[in-house]
Structures are given as structure tokens and as C-alpha cells.
């Protein structure tokens, strides 16, 4: 069974770090581009970061640009978002995606079109 399963969510104060970890089970990442993407209550599901197949193209969102950084060890069958300098509007659910995307960005833009996706984890910044 092809799965996705997001961890390390949580309660944090403003300021403050969280690493998310997204794991693969039932196939290998190798060959996949994966994406974290948000969606705040009330909110549209919006792209934060994306990562190629091998590792070597990156895409941030704006908003999380200098804050975020995501990374993958196919070795774990896993990808990371570290977070850092969380906000208030920082939270929300969090998701992970995998998808045969070309290039990241394109990834990042297209959410609607991916059809592999984790159960989601929270993320709650508040003081």
C-alpha cells in the first residue's frame, strides 16, 4: 500500500522550531519530487517547499524563504522540513505530497494535481 505519513507537528511558541518528517512506505521516493504544502482553517492549501527527485532543486514559498528548510535522505525514504522562526501564521495543517513533477516549482504551484498525500499533521505557533 503506497503511503505517506507526516510527523513531528505540534504546540510551539512563537519563535521557536519544529521539524516535520514525511515517510514513504509501500514504494521509494527516489524518483519522486516531494512537496509540503499548508492549509490554515478557512484557508486555500497553499505550497510551502519542494524538493526534486535527487535533491538538487529546492523551492521555498515566500513567506517561509530563510525560515524553512527541506531536505530528503532516500536512504530513510524520507523528507524533512525543518522549521524555524515560527510565527502565528505558521499554523496550520501541514501535508506531504510525493509527485513525478520536472521541476519543483511547478510542484509547489500545482496541488490540485497531486494525487499521493499524507494524513497531515498540525502545527500550532501561538504564545
Known amino acids: 500500500q503506497v503511503q505517506l505519513v507526516e510527523s513531528g507537528g505540534g504546540l510551539v511558541p512563537p519563535g521557536e522550531s519544529l521539524r516535520l518528517s514525511c515517510a514513504a512506505s509501500g514504494f521509494t521516493l527516489d524518483y519522486y519530487a516531494i512537496g509540503w504544502f499548508r492549509q490554515a482553517p478557512g484557508k486555500e492549501r497553499e505550497g510551502v517547499s519542494c524538493?526534486?527527485?535527487?535533491?538538487?532543486?529546492?523551492y521555498y514559498a515566500d513567506s517561509v524563504k530563510g525560515r524553512f528548510t527541506i531536505s530528503r535522505d532516500n536512504a530513510k525514504n524520507t523528507v524533512y522540513l525543518e522549521m524555524n522562526s515560527l510565527k502565528p501564521e505558521d499554523t496550520a495543517y501541514y501535508y506531504c505530497?510525493?509527485?513525478?513533477?520536472?521541476?519543483?516549482?511547478?510542484?509547489?504551484?500545482?496541488?490540485?494535481?497531486?494525487?499521493?498525500w499524507g494524513q497531515g499533521t498540525l502545527v500550532a505557533v501561538s504564545s
Open positions: 524538493i526534486s527527485s535527487s535533491g538538487g532543486s529546492t
Open positions: 505530497a510525493a509527485d513525478l513533477a520536472e521541476t519543483v516549482q511547478t510542484m509547489c504551484a500545482s496541488w490540485r494535481s497531486l494525487e499521493v
